[in-house]
Nanobody, 119 residues
């Protein structure tokens, strides 16, 4: 199972650190990815991290976000910096595969954590 935490309400320009804990399995060679879904919009990929350390970011991240892992705690984090109101969404993590420059989501999703950015 995957469980996210760390969401909340911040002002524009603020930061949050999201966490995705995996239980019942080890990180191993599995990739993890963060997605977000804003109200009335489709879910979109934010960042992905392969077991070997390769990272992938969406164009809109623009060096503001960072994905990294804590293998000892089987956790993947997403550091969100300089958040803007358009970043308001439910952020969810996924366990899948990242290869040949593309992330392939698996069936395992967490319930998500709400991030709200006020202007």
């Amino acid at each position: 199972q995957l469980a996210e935490s760390g969401g909340g309400l911040v002002q524009a320009g603020g930061s949050l650190k999201l966490s995705c804990v995996a239980t019942g399995s080890t990180f191993g060679n599995n990739a993890r990815a963060w997605y977000r879904q804003a109200p009335g919009k489709p879910r979109e990929q934010v960042a992905a991290l392969a077991g070997g350390g390769v990272r992938q970011y969406a164009d809109f991240v623009k060096d503001r976000f960072s994905i990294f892992r804590d293998c000892a705690r089987n956790t993947v984090h997403l550091q969100l910096n300089n958040l803007q109101p358009e970043g308001t969404a439910v952020y969810s993590c996924n366990a899948g595969n990242l290869y040949s420059g593309a992330y392939y989501p698996g069936e395992l999703w967490g319930p998500g954590t709400q991030v709200t950015v006020s202007s």
